[in-house]
């Protein structure tokens, strides 16, 4: 008899034993912080770029992506040396033109802040040109060309000038940093022809010239 209460008592033990360890554990994962609150969000990738344009202007543009892909319809926030807004499309690109007050530092983030912030300088340097020829190319035509080298090559010009044909017309510079113009000139209205490149900051090249004899 008193085997069986003894074994029964062990039993009962072993129970309330096995019961106290699973609400230990219960208890345990509950307070786990892996388990306080929602998961955490996936995060978000986004991109800055600049593209410079005449009289101190800017485009601002990037990508906004995530796990899954592009983020669509997502507010960009643009900060530093200049304030504005863009919004994503379907692919996740945004795209804004903006004035430029001053050079700096600008900065890029998803306005839901999930994003990284992505940054981006904006620096101008005094242009010069280089190379700069006429050359003819028979029945008055004249092809007006050479380089401009220490500045950005986004949004700027070359500016001519010295002989009629020239007075007031300009030329973009292309991304290598070339120029070409082309311009009838004819007989009698030959000279020296000028050239002055001025990036999109503002800032002027010495003025260059060539003689064009015509």
Request: aromatic share 8%; charged share 10%.
């Amino acid at each position: 008899m008193f085997e069986l209460l003894s074994r029964a008592s062990r039993t009962r033990k072993l129970v309330a034993s096995r019961f106290a360890s699973l609400m230990l554990e219960r208890l345990e994962d509950r307070l786990s912080p892996a388990m306080i609150g929602p998961p955490p969000p996936s995060g978000e990738t986004i991109s800055l770029n600049v593209t410079y344009l005449p009289n101190r202007e800017a485009t601002f543009s990037g990508q906004l992506t995530n796990q899954s892909g592009p983020v669509a319809n997502q507010t960009v926030n643009l900060t530093g040396v200049v304030n504005g807004a863009a919004t994503t499309n379907s692919q996740g690109d945004f795209s804004v033109t903006l004035a430029v007050p001053q050079l700096g530092t600008e900065y890029a983030a998803s306005a839901d802040g999930l994003s990284n912030t992505a940054q981006y300088t904006l620096v101008n340097g005094a242009p010069v040109i280089s190379d700069f020829t006429a050359m003819s190319l028979g029945n008055g035509l004249w092809e007006f060309s050479g380089s401009v080298s220490g500045a950005p090559t986004q949004g700027e010009v070359v500016n001519f000038g010295g002989i009629t044909p020239l007075m007031g017309q300009s030329d973009s510079v292309n991304p290598d940093g070339s120029f070409d113009f082309y311009a009838i000139v004819n007989s009698g209205q030959g000279g020296w022809a000028s050239a002055q490149a001025v990036d999109w900051w503002g800032d002027t090249s010495t003025i260059n010239s060539t003689y064009v004899a015509a």
